[in-house]
């Protein structure tokens, strides 16, 4: 996996995350990759990266650790 952050052309802030073909297959097993945002400049955020065959698997995965603090942005594949 690779990590960055960047300044945009607009003056904006990126976070940018490769992820190699062995990390796509663990997160096909249901392995989440979890990092502190420390490791990369942010110290008051922690990043989960998972995956599920659809939104309503993976709110599903999700479900027990939702809190009222918990705020879902966007769940579809147009949130680009």
Do not use: C, Y
Request: hydrophobic letters at 40%; a negative charge.
């Amino acid at each position: 996996m690779i990590k960055f952050t960047a300044k945009t052309a607009d003056g904006g802030k990126l976070v940018g995350i490769g992820l190699s073909h062995e990390n796509l297959k663990r997160l096909k097993d249901n392995s989440p990759i979890r990092f502190k945002g420390e490791a990369i400049g942010l110290p008051d955020l922690d990043f989960l990266i998972f995956s599920g065959k659809s939104e309503e698997a993976m709110a599903k995965w999700l479900a027990p650790g939702i809190t009222a603090e918990t705020i879902v942005h966007d769940t579809s594949d147009q949130g680009q």
